[in-house]
């Protein structure tokens, strides 16, 4: 693989996967809540996207899902929860890891 695909064309994707995503939604009780992106982790092939819940918000509440959207509001990645809030900070994490093949030669 490191023979045909260059670590310039491995960043620009990762760097595109990061760029796509803008803000993040979370089912609360059956309430969509817009969050924003808490924190943004890259690190060689993967994007992490955190989203933090604080202390003080949704105490007692049901969190059913977590989803990260892009610039558009459409919906890129999506994941279920079945969590009750307690009064601690909450935090949900996305991981995506970039994984490449290309096939080189002739026909």
């Known amino acids: 693989m490191a023979d045909v ?3 310039l064309l491995l960043d620009k994707l990762i760097n595109d996967l990061n760029g796509h995503i803008r803000e993040a939604r979370v089912n609360i009780g059956g309430v ?11 690190s060689g ?4 996207k955190y989203i933090y819940i604080e202390e003080t918000q949704a105490i007692g509440k049901q969190l059913l899902g977590a989803a990260l959207l892009d610039l558009d509001g459409n919906i890129l990645a999506d994941q279920p929860l079945t969590v009750t809030k307690n009064d601690k900070g909450f935090l ?4 995506f890891v970039l994984r490449l093949e290309a096939n080189a030669g002739g026909i």
């Open 32 to 42: 969509q809540t817009a969050y924003p992106i808490y924190k943004t982790v890259v």
């Open 5 to 7: 695909i260059k670590q």
């Open 92 to 95: 949900i994490a996305f991981e």
């Open 45 to 48: 092939l993967s994007v992490r």
